[in-house]
């Protein structure tokens, strides 16, 4: 349909330790087929994209804290999202306000429309979102001096920009001295040659349709130990002021989860959002609840766990066809979800169907728990027609990956652990609903 624009495909365990240049193939084919973006006007979905696994045998995260207990936080832990109208007009955006301070003190500034992406790590603003002057200090690259700069690489293309350091407030939690990405940083302008030739630049609010992504997924921060290990042209650089060249990154000087940087309630997420009427709902409100099992308002109940690749973040998912997708991820920066019928009619990337047709899948983790899930996809003309802004039954096609986007997360509590953090249930990185 030509006024859906393409969706947005944030890479959500890209390249970490040595999936490398598999996982910007997939990105970049499902930005081929129309995956990627925040989206615009009438109606927009978001996908995320786990990198290719390595060849290697999946990894099961230790269970860990044979206890089941974890430090207990009276922090304030909940944080407002809503999906309604934005100003790009985006359809099923998660959006939410996030607070960053000159580190150490008072200087602080608000930034709404951001989005929560529960499929990539790291917060990335766009700099003209920020106050002028509002100055963050610098990253340096490696073990270096030269300020860091950073190509993160999503499936319609990249943001490029410098990283820094802040303060990172969401609800009463702080993420101190946290290195972000700085989108279109002025220190570091010119984009290198491997980054430019990675898409779309969504280095503006007029192609990012958003302020900033909040990325709260099951990693504590974006490339891992491969960036420590090995300089990569899609990743950090050093930039001096003769031009910018690929780096090593520490982790402690790589983009972080802002979760993860928290004092308490930092082994993971959970998104609790309402369900919506099969025509749609014009806005959604609910609650992104930091941490599991550390508070009342986080505990798991009686949520399937399913432990994840611990490498990759993946699942499993098989459809009610026998197509089995063994990679998988539930992902709030998607805003459709994604997966291969071969039966359904398709309108470019968008599935749709004559009338709404009703499927069936199985997520299954690594140690073999699984839960059935019931979907149902309505075409967007449909679904666009009803003039509402969130939607629980738009789909779309991706090749070889089953995505849970945000329809996924209506009706439901959705809990994202990150790796290696201890929780009632064991270590991360697991989802569980």
């Known amino acids: 349909m030509s006024d859906l624009p393409h969706p947005r495909l944030s890479c959500l365990a890209r390249a970490r330790l040595g999936a490398g240049v598999a996982g910007f193939a997939l990105c970049a084919l499902l930005a081929a ?8 006007a009438s109606g927009n979905a978001t996908a995320s994209a786990s990198a290719t696994p390595k060849a290697s045998t999946p990894s099961l995260a230790s269970t860990g804290n044979p206890s089941g207990t974890v430090p207990q936080s009276a922090t304030p832990n909940v944080l407002a999202v ?40 790291g917060l990335r603003l766009l700099a003209s979102a920020l106050p002028a002057g509002f100055a963050l200090p610098a990253v340096t690259a490696g073990a270096g001096a030269d300020i860091a700069g950073e190509c993160s690489v999503f499936g319609t293309g990249y943001t490029w920009g410098a990283v820094r350091r802040a303060d990172v407030k969401l609800a009463g939690e702080v993420a101190a001295s946290l290195p972000i990405q700085l989108i279109a940083d002025p220190a570091v302008p010119a984009v290198p040659s491997g980054c430019s030739g990675l898409g779309l630049a969504m280095n503006s609010a007029a192609t990012l349709h958003a302020n900033g992504i909040l990325g709260i997924g099951p990693f504590s921060e974006d490339c891992g130990v491969s960036c420590v290990n090995t300089s990569q042209s899609a990743w950090y650089y050093a930039c001096p002021a003769s031009g910018c060249t690929p780096s090593v990154q520490p982790l402690a000087q790589q983009v972080g989860n ?17 369900d919506v009427a099969a025509d749609g709902s014009s806005t959604v409100s609910g609650s992104l609840i930091f941490g599991i099992g550390t508070q009342a308002n986080n505990t798991l109940g009686s949520a399937t766990v399913l432990h994840a690749n611990a490498n990759t973040g993946y699942v499993k998912t098989t459809t009610s066809d026998g197509t089995v997708y063994s990679q998988s991820y539930l992902d709030t ?18 599935y749709c169907p004559s009338s709404p047709v009703s499927l069936a899948a199985t997520i299954t983790g690594l140690d073999g728990v699984s839960a059935s899930v019931a979907l149902s996809v309505t075409g967007p003309a449909t679904l666009l ?3 509402n802004w969130a939607f629980s039954n738009l789909a779309g096609y991706n090749a070889y990956a089953f995505d849970w986007g945000l329809p996924f997360f209506f009706g439901r509590r959705v809990f994202t652990a990150i790796e290696a953090q201890a929780t009632p249930a064991g270590n991360g990185p697991y989802f569980a609903f």
């Open 33 to 40: 087929c129309g995956g990627g973006g925040s989206g615009t």
């Open 258 to 274: 802002p979760v993860a940087g928290f004092t308490a309630d930092n082994n993971g997420v959970v998104i609790a959002l309402p």
């Open 82 to 121: 809503t999906v309604g109208p934005t100003p790009s007009s985006t359809r099923n955006m998660l959006m939410a306000s996030v607070t960053v301070c000159v580190p150490g003190t008072a200087t602080c500034a608000t930034v709404d429309n951001v989005q929560v992406d529960t499929g990539s790590q």
């Open 333 to 350: 920066g998607s805003n459709a979800l994604y997966f291969n019928s071969s039966t359904m009619a398709r309108c470019g990337i968008w």
């Open 385 to 387: 027609a009803t003039g």
